[in-house]
């Protein structure tokens, strides 16, 4: 077995007890990305030396005994959209192909306080609009289970690369589904935490309402540790949630008896595909055997929440892009005639047509005329879709379905189809309309080998209880054991 | 046709706050081009904004002091419009739920009370400066002014003439002074006005269809402005042709205004509430704090001078007019009864000198306790009021004691008779001819030998004394 | 009302892009496809319901106002792509 195929915490066994040094970490991984990232392309720009440097200094630490944290000498791979002190960002985007930040995101700053060793930054959907990843302006991110096939997306670099031993772990962001959808295609652990449980300074906003930071790992044990780093009030972000925040490993207990599992009818009716159906409701099975009671429940706003969630998540996303015109950071058109044809030219060319397209819809939706039926109308269903879950959680502890309707799909299959390609977020954007926590583990394959991953959304707050549902699937199922893609894999090069 | 024209303003005020609305940097005027600036108020990506307190506190302040309603609930919106001055392409702002609301203010304009209605008061940042290069045909920016808090203080279209409008604006910028939110320096930009205004013949109940002027940054600018506009509106409609709702800008130098449909064109802001701030909640507490921080507001005072000092109203306008003008006169009448004379003193010369030498108000170069000393050596007898003058100048211009100036210059009267009985016997004997003219009961002469003392002893003579004397002497 | 091309271009100058014929005419069909599912929402009787514009309901966050030294002026100017004497450089700005 290769260093880099093993999990967080196997990791820091072996740190602990000076079985391997950082230094050795972080270069198995760098070994490992120059062989096989030229095939799978999850990275954008990958740290070779300077992260090498880093676990040096992180090992002189270690040797001191300075460090106690799981995280000291992880390698950790972040997508672009989060900011990097002196790193360009690029949010995989012509627009800010050169831009370097002056600054770290907050998450940044803490995944460095624990002595992590960041290794590069990766690909994803332009400003994270799509799911597939195959809006980069940069290049496209195989998924590593099958290279014909997209990894997910917006965060598809992270699961892609998780999925194929190319990080520790990863950083991403969901704004509607963009952690826990790749998750469930690359068959990794990817959690969106609780709208304001994780800081979103330095996260390049798509829809700030709706964003939230959230890791992808190897297993349900290193979620609870990344979320033990990453999470946390902070006085830089106005939704930032001040509160006494719990040791998430505390709830890696395996026993779900007597939980209550809600499953929306919704979820399971038409569109979904019927294997991953039959997984899910197998997944269902092994809880109910470990003494969860599981029933379904109508959850009747399941179609109108992708309506709401577009129309609110363009409308914010309008705004928030609205600020590259080339003139502070970012492209600049080399020609034109005026201030105004700098502007046009500059977003006309440093844009991507899923990006126009959202600037478009966002624009039309918030143009005056338009306000009160769309927006305003997208605001108070958020409301009945929050009430919604508020009910179901009186009742239930998790509300369980699949993460999306289908697995993994060729390149290019949904690429002329915008709203097929939208209608894909059906079982995820509702967790983000109303601020839910949500995790996806992997609860099997399809006949075509892919994985399929099972949703689990908590009321807010409710990481703990997610995580010990996860671990609990996690112990008694050996999906997780089948989804750890081996380092021999080497994709026919 | 006879015409009235209807005027509303829109006021900007920039918040005395020590940093930023959403970020740390200095509101200090001035400074090197964007040096104070930081990735927040430039809107770099990813960063976000947290309200600064003391913003809603100046607001609240501003509404309280207006009589407005404040909101116990109130939130924070994106306005959205691309122009290189706004750094993230939509200023943050609020829509449909300001901070305050339903206020007024009553100004007094030849000496009638007028009622003035405050629409609304919300808070926003300040957009950054372009600074034009006409050699090069390009437009450098500095985001130094980019974040700064401001207030809008909307006005109900209330006022019917440029002197309403100037009295509404003194007295607002009064208030805002007394109440330290804003130190309404028009020159700095610290307090600006845009005018709302059209015109209606005189009768008619509807509005006309109203032009927006912006560019305004001095009371002048404003009268003329308001001239020019009402001249030019009333022109077209004579002349047949329609007013055009639009933003127009004020060349104060040509004296003309210009459409700025550039700007105008295609205008849709598309606010919508702004997801990185939280809503504002102002509960009972928090307000009757606030109300209870409030010092003597202007009307108040005014009032006091007038019954408590028995000041006449014009005095007490003007003294209160200006908060620092009224702190300074206060402090000069402490230990003082003559209050009359102070006010005059503080009206005439000091108000005088200051305008001479450009000085501000804040500027005085001076304690007040000087300005109650001058007049009691006035009073007392010690100096005489043409002495006075020249002792307040110096005062002014050295900063000395007067008592000092008096004593070390010799300026005391000269009320000593012996020594005055000399200097009039030889005024009147080089002045023969002037003494012939009193004998044939020419008055005038008399006048005239009274100052030939009075430059004989530079001034100082007691000028009671000088009249008895010549009097006696003539008489003899 | 019905999406038109007069519409795409109307919403394309207020958000200052550029859109070829062909853009134009995809943006059109997507815009009318995606617009018809949003109208879904009009199902739901909304008449009595407050709009949900933040999810957590936390009010009032602020910072004290404490001014702190500002950013070297190099760190905000280095990304920009033109820049003189300290200030990002556009064309004329026409007021
Ligand atoms: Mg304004
Ligand atoms: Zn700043």
Redesign the pocket.
Known sequence: MELCELTIHEMNEFIKHKKVSAVEITKSFLRRIEKIDFTIGSYLSVLGEDAVKRAVEVQKRIDKGEVNSYLSGIPVAIKDNICTEGIKTTCASKMLQNFVPPYNATVIKKLLEEDAVIIGKLNMDEFAMGSSTENSYFKLTKNPWDIDRVPGGSSGGAAAAVAANLTAFAIGSDTGGSIRQPASFCGVVGMKPTYGVVSRFGLIAFASSLDQIGPLTKDVTDCAIVLNSITGYDPMDSTSLNFKYPDYTKALVNDVKGLKVGIPKEYMGNGLDSEVKTAVLEAVKVLKQLGAQCEEFSFSLTEHAIAAYYIISSAEGSSNLARYDGVKYGYRAEKFSDLLDLYKKSRSEGFGTEAKRRILLGTYVLSSGYYDEYYKKALQVRTLIKNEFDEAFEKYDVVLGPAAPTTAYKFGENADNPLGMYLGDIYTVSANLAGLPGLVVPCGFDSKGLPIGLQLVSKPFGESTLLKVGFSFEQNTDHNKKARIRGELEYGI | MEYEVVIGLEV?AELSTKSKIYCSCTTEFGGEPNTHACPICIGMPGVLPVLNKKVVEYAVRTGLATNCHIAQFSKQDRKNYFYPDLPKAFQT?QYDIPICSSGHIDIEVEGRTKRIGITRIHI?EDAGKLIHDDQQSASLIDFNRCGVPLI?IVSEPDMRSAQEVIAYLESLKAILEYIDVCNCKMQEGSLRADVNLSVRPIGQKEFGTRTEMKNLNSFKAIVRAIEGETKRQIEAIEGGADVLQETRRWDDVKGISYSMRSKEEAHDYRFFPEPDLMPIVIDDKWKQEIEESLPELPEVRKKRYISEFGLPNYDASILTGSKVLADFFEEAVKKFENKKAVANWIMGDLLRLLKEKEMEVEKIPFPAEYISKLVMLIDKGTISGTIAKKVFEKMFDQNRDPEIIVKEEGLEVLSDENTLVVVVKKVLQSNSPSVEDYRKGKQRAFGFLVGQVMKETKGKANPKIVNRILKEELEK | MEITKNTIEHIANLSRLDLTEEEKSMLLFDMKQIIAYMDKLKELDTSKVKPTAHVMQINNVFREDKSEPSYPKEKLLANAPLSEGGCFKVPKVVE
């Open positions: 900007h702002s926003e809008e």
